[in-house]
């Protein structure tokens, strides 16, 4: 399945560092997501982007910020984040319209 | 309020019985529903849907069914293989109003196939 990939697959980083998720979509979509999935806990929606706008913020704190350069492409920048950051970041598209989402395999960070 | 929630947290079966994986939802006003399967280190991968204006379909060895009654939603799964071990989950979509999707999870049922 290569419709919708992440990297990298596995990050660690300390409470100090600036990293950031990338994600890229090849099935010609343009809504893209942003989710964060933690034990025990639903998938939580973070972001939304449609057409390169972006129409939901979740209540996330700042130290995530979102960037989306064209419908392809879709970025997590990574700030000053704490242990409970720590979880599953998946990334999603659709076709603007459909509600059907398509997920990557997701990036497991780690903050210590 | 929002919420989707499934029966049991694990369900385990033999191979080739037949799994039946529950969820309630709790918008009346939802009328999308879809299933995911998430494997051991793959994200949530599309099994099948339902509009709320239908109340079962059928894909290939997967049916949905909706009761709109009770907001119930059910997964059956036909000869359950090895490879149908994983987590399952439901989303109701409520989408955005620039027809984005906006799809809220339950927590996921473990499904182990027993050889």
């Known amino acids: 399945e290569t419709g919708v990939t992440q990297t990298p697959r596995h990050l660690v980083m300390g409470m100090t560092n600036k990293k950031s998720l990338k994600c890229e979509q090849h099935?010609?979509?343009?809504?893209m997501y942003w989710y964060k999935q933690s034990a025990k806990k639903p998938l939580e929606l973070m972001f939304v982007y449609s057409l390169e706008e972006r129409v939901e913020n979740n209540s996330v704190p700042s130290r995530f910020s979102p960037e989306c350069p064209n419908s392809s492409h879709l970025f997590l920048h990574l700030h000053t984040l704490q242990p409970e950051d720590s979880a599953l970041y998946l990334c999603?598209?659709?076709?603007?319209?459909?509600?059907?989402?398509?997920f990557g395999p997701g990036t497991r960070l780690t903050v210590l | 309020g929002e919420s989707v929630g499934l029966h049991l947290p694990t369900l385990s079966v033999q191979e080739g019985d037949n799994s039946i994986i529950n969820c309630a939802y709790s918008n009346s006003a939802s009328d999308y529903f879809i299933w995911y399967k998430q494997e051991s280190g793959k994200g949530p991968q599309f099994i099948i849907d339902?509009?709320?204006?239908?109340d079962k379909r059928q894909g290939q060895r997967v049916t949905v069914l909706l009761n709109k009654t009770v907001k119930h939603l059910s997964l059956q799964i036909a000869a359950t293989q090895p490879g149908d071990s994983a987590v399952y989950f439901c989303a109701e979509n409520r989408g955005n109003s620039d027809n984005t999707g906006k799809l809220i999870f339950g927590q996921g049922t473990t499904l182990q196939v027993k050889p």
């Open positions: 099935l010609g979509h343009n809504a």
């Open positions: 999603a598209s659709s076709r603007s319209g459909a509600y059907t989402q398509y």
């Open positions: 339902i509009r709320s204006n239908m």
